[in-house]
Structures are given as C-alpha cells and as structure tokens.
C-alpha cells in the first residue's frame, strides 16, 4: 500500500515556542492531505484538510492562526503549532489518499506526539 | 448528520474465540465504510473498505466485516482471535460534505483484549 511517512514521532517543546510537523507521501502525489488530533484514549478528530497549492479547509473550533498548515507540493504538507501551550499537547496524526492508484482508502502517518512542557 | 457509533468501549474475547467489534454509521446517500487498527503510539492501519458489491468483505489479517444496509452496520468479525490482534480499533465513514471531498468521520474506537 502507499506510505505516508511523518516526522517528527515525537517533540517536546517549550510554551510559547512553535513546532513543525512534517507530513510526507513516500510513494505517490497526494493533492489532499489530513491533519487530526486525537487526544487519550479518544478517537480522532478532524483539524483540516490541506489541498496542495490553496488554503487549507479548518474544521469548526480550529484556529488556523495557531495551526498553520502549508501543502507546498504534492508529497509534502505541513502542521505547524504556532506559541505552543500545555494545552496543545496531543497526538497529531496526517493522512492521504492516493487516488491516482485507484485506491479509496486513506493512509496515516505514524502519528506526531507533541508534548509542550 | 453524518456519523459513526462504536456501541463498546472495549472487548474482551479469549485467544482462539471469535471476535466480533461492533459499527453502526448514519450517512446519506451511500457510504464508503472503513475498518482500522491503531497500536500503542502509532498512526492507523488500514484494514478492510466496503465500498460497493458483496456485503462480506475480507480484509487484513484475517479480519472481515458484513455491511448491512437495513440494520446500518458494518461489524468487524474474525474467526478465531489472536493475542497480537490487541489494539484500537476504529471504524470510519467517507462521505461529501459542502465541496469538500473525501472527510473520513471515525467512531470513538473500540479497545480490543485478547487474553491467552
């Protein structure tokens, strides 16, 4: 299957610092990519949608000044946590579709914890 | 509205017994149904997709799942359980929502224990 590979799988930072968080499709061009949060022991929650060369698509509650996100170019979409807060703390995972290859599933990255000390 | 309902928080079988994970969705029109598997600190894995046709679909494994359109529910199943198939199991719905193509809406997950 494709592979969608994201970096880095684990960060620490300091409040009020920003974090990037790297979303790459290895083996394939992805025009849309997804970005979620999933906090403990809960499902995950859909932040955005990132189309390659336009605006990314927030979901309702997102705040996309503090969650800016860049797709660039077809295998590469980025999150970045803008002043970081405790509160930010989660595992953001990104996903992919491949549609090229006929497939309709989606792909997920390993999964980003980010942990703002 | 479209959703996805995970009735059980967790599921508790012994190795060797069939396992049964439960999904009902509401969507409109119809669905794209997907099953997947999450390990501790790991993105999710895909396993099986009921897109159209056979109700019955197989998948990784040795998972499978039935869509049934009356009941609105696309349970995963697999014959005889194994220790390692201990993990998160998420099902999820694909659907159109205002221009913005192929959103996935995931159930709450289901934690699945397997004991020797």
């Known amino acids: 299957g494709a592979v969608v590979s994201q970096h880095p799988s684990r960060v620490i930072c300091k409040s009020g610092t920003s974090v990037k968080i790297e979303c790459r499709s290895l083996d394939f061009q992805a025009t849309t990519m997804f970005w979620y949060r999933q906090f403990p022991k809960q499902s995950l929650m859909l932040m955005a949608t990132s189309n390659e060369g336009s605006k990314a698509t927030y979901e309702q509650g997102v705040e996309k000044d503090k969650f800016l996100i860049n797709h660039a170019s077809l295998t590469l979409s980025t999150l970045t946590v803008t002043s970081a807060h405790p509160e930010d703390s989660s595992f953001y995972i990104c996903?992919?579709?491949?549609?090229?290859?006929?497939?309709?599933?989606?792909?997920f990255g390993q999964g980003t914890r980010l942990t703002v000390v | 509205a479209q959703s996805v309902a995970q009735p059980e928080d967790q599921v508790k079988v012994a190795e060797g017994n069939p396992l049964t994970v439960k999904c009902t969705y509401s969507v409109s029109g119809n669905p794209y149904l997907f099953w997947y598997v999450q390990y501790p600190n790991r993105g999710l894995q895909f396993l099986l997709k009921?897109?159209?046709?056979?109700?019955l679909v197989k998948g990784s494994y040795g998972f499978e799942a039935e869509f049934n359109k009356s009941q609105t529910s696309f349970h995963l199943k697999k014959p005889s359980a194994l220790v390692s198939d201990s993990a998160l199991y998420f099902c999820a719905v694909r659907f159109t929502s205002g221009g913005a193509t192929n959103k996935l809406i995931f159930g709450t997950g289901t934690l699945l224990a397997v004991q020797p």
């Open positions: 996903s992919a579709r491949a549609p090229a290859s006929g497939t309709t599933e989606a792909f």
């Open positions: 009921y897109i159209t046709g056979d109700n």
